[in-house]
Every structure is written in C-alpha cells, then in structure tokens.
C-alpha cells in the first residue's frame, strides 16, 4: 500500500554526494504486533486521552453520531473496544483515507487504553479532567469550521488535500471563491449548501469516503449563519 511505497526516495545521478542521499523507509509497516505500551501508560490512560489525542482528530469526521460504528462519547466507544483494537493496531485498516495513518504514539494510546480494559478514568486514580461535551453547531463562522469544515473538508481542501485548489481554511476562502461557495445573505444558492444537500451531484463529503454526511438540522444552521450575513 502507499504506506510502504511512501518513504523511499531513489538517489539518481553520478554527481551526487553519498551523504546528500536519502533513503528512508516509512517505518508503519513494521509496527505490526510492536506496540507495547508500557504499564506506566496503561495506568494512567483515560478516556480522555484517547478521545482527544486519536479518536477526535482521526475518527469521528467518519464515526461521529450519524455512522454506525459511534465513537464520539464513552458508552458507545466502549462497546467497540475490541474492534477498535483490531482495526487501527492489528490489521491497520482504520483510519480509512484521506484520514492519515495513525502513528506510533497513537496506536500506542490505542493499545494501552484496551489492555487497560477500555477504562473511562485513570487505573492508577489520577483525577482526570471530564470530557468536554461534544461541540454544538451554532451559526457563526467560528462553529462552522470547528465542527464541520476542520473535521470533514480539510483532509482534501486544504494544502496537500485532494482537491487543495478549493482550500477552505480562512473565511475569505468561501467569500471570495469563483465557485459562489457562500453567498451572504442568499443560502439557497451557495455552493457550501448546494454541495452538502442529500441529492447533490457532488455530494460533499463524497460519500465513497464512508464519512458520515452533515446532518439536514447543521444544514439548516449553516443556511442561518449565511442569511445573517456569513460575518467572522
Ligand atoms: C474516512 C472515513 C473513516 C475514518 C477516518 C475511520 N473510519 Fe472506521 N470505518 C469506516 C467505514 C466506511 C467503515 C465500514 C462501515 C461501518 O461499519 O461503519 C468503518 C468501520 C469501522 C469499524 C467497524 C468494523 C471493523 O472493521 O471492525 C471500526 C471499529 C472502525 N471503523 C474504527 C475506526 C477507528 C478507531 C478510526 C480512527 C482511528 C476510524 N475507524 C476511522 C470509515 C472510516
Ligand atoms: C475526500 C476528499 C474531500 C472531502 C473530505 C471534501 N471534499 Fe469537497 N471536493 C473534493 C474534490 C476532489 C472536489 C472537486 C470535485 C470536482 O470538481 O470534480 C471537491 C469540490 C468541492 C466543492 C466545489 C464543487 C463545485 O464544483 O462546485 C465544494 C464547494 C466542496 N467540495 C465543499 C466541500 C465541503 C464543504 C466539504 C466538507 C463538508 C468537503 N468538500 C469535503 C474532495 C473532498
């Protein structure tokens, strides 16, 4: 897969120095079965790491309360336990693209988070801060990208992203697009609406994705946020 091919560099050219060489092997591969947390780790890891360090910033743009499989809070992620195991730290399949892999240190917390025994707070006591409850989309540009862009447009419109020449980082990326992304004060034919409807051509997020659709209620609080003016 890419992960394998994605690190080596060929050095070509008689002129070029051996030092200036670079071959470097994307090491994932070989993680397989070499995640051992260490006990440390497995008495001090909570819910809230996990949460926040891997399954917010890697999951739920895919598994969030519209999916099947619900990681966004501790009851429903804890049923999944074991198959959280098996998909990221065994088999590697999860995160599915254009979600990047998870890395050492996460498929560490992962790995010690289950063989803790998928606890909410610390083993070892610790006082541990409570989860903040989970965001609520309200009509302001601040919401909009915390809640749905960062976590569900980024991956591709952003540098490096699939479709990077429609970036979608900054409030003039919508106001000033030729594509008519977010006309203020005209919901119904800005293309941040028309692309997010359930019978869209180009439904956004593609649906092939596998990420779970922005609900017709967020819709319906993004519509409000350009009616009022798509202000900062
Ligand atoms: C880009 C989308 C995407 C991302 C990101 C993603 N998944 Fe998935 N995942 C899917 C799809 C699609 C399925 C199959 C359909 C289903 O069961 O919901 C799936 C299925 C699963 C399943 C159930 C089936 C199985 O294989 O056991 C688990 C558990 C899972 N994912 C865990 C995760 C975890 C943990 C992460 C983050 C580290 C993650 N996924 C990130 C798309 C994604
Ligand atoms: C998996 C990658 C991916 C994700 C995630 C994604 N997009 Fe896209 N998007 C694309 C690609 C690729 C295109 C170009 C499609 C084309 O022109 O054929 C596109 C095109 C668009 C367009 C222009 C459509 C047009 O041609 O008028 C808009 C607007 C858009 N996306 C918004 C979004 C929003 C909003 C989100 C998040 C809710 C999102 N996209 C998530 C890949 C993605």
Redesign the pocket.
């Known amino acids: 897969m890419f992960r394998r091919a994605a690190g080596i560099f060929l050095c070509l050219g008689l002129g070029v120095s051996l030092a200036a060489c670079s071959y470097r092997v994307d090491k994932n591969d070989d993680l397989k079965g070499e995640i051992r947390p260490s006990a440390e780790l497995i008495s001090r890891v909570s819910f809230n790491d996990i949460y926040t360090r891997v399954l917010q910033p890697k999951c739920i743009?895919c598994h969030g309360i519209s999916g099947g499989v619900n990681l966004e809070n501790y009851a429903s992620a804890r049923t999944f336990l074991s198959r959280i195991y098996r998909s990221t730290v065994v088999e590697r399949r999860m995160p599915l693209?254009?979600i990047p892999a998870l890395n050492r240190e996460e498929l560490e917390i992962v790995a010690a988070w289950v063989e803790a025994g998928g606890p909410e707070f610390p083993l070892n006591g610790a006082p541990t801060e409570p989860l903040p409850p989970p965001p609520v989309l309200e009509p302001t540009f601040a919401s909009i990208k915390e809640v749905?862009?960062d976590r569900?447009?980024?991956?591709?419109?952003s540098a490096g992203?699939?479709?990077e020449?429609?970036p979608?980082t900054k409030l003039s990326d919508f106001l000033d697009?030729p594509?008519e992304?977010v006309l203020p004060g005209n919901a119904d034919e800005s293309?941040?609406v028309?692309?997010?409807l359930e019978d869209a051509r180009?439904r956004?997020?593609?649906p092939e994705?596998g990420?779970a659709p922005?609900s017709a209620q967020e819709i319906e609080v993004i519509k409000e946020w350009i009616s009022n003016g798509a202000t900062d």
């Open positions: 743009s693209a254009p749905i862009v569900k447009c980024l991956q591709c419109h992203g699939k479709a020449r429609i979608l697009s594509l992304i293309g941040l028309l692309v997010l180009k956004m997020p593609p994705t990420m922005v």
